[in-house]
């Protein structure tokens, strides 16, 4: 199994900027896929970024241009940048971690936008 930890969500205006961090451990080198989700209340969990293991990232329409994936194998955590922030923005961000057919979720993180 592989465990996830988030951290960094937080208030922040509109138009302000915000760094997510997470940390894997366990069975970290089986990950494929790691990536940043998020819950809105009364919405369904949808993809913000995920990043492969060799690089390659993709983003929501939304977010494309403001938000920025990264990883670090050494380190086995995955950052998100956020900048120019928007209320809608606000949600809860889970970390995701995939390998063959199974997943880890982290705890996730709130992130709250004030316009």
């Known amino acids: 199994q592989v465990q996830l930890v988030e951290s960094g969500g937080g208030l922040v205006q509109a138009g302000g900027s915000l760094r997510l961090s997470c940390a894997a451990s366990g069975r970290i080198f089986s990950i494929n896929v790691m990536g940043w989700y998020r819950q809105a209340p009364g919405k369904q969990r949808e993809s913000v970024a995920v990043?492969?293991?060799?690089?390659?990232?993709n983003y929501a329409d939304s977010v494309k241009g403001r938000f920025t994936i990264s990883r670090d194998n050494a380190k086995n955590t995955v950052h998100l940048q956020m900048n120019s922030l928007k209320p809608e923005d606000t949600a809860v961000y889970y970390c995701?971690?995939?390998?063959?057919?199974?997943?880890?979720w982290g705890q996730g993180t709130q992130v709250t936008v004030s316009s």
């Open positions: 995701n971690a995939a390998w063959g057919l199974a997943s880890s």
């Open positions: 990043i492969s293991n060799t690089g390659s990232t």
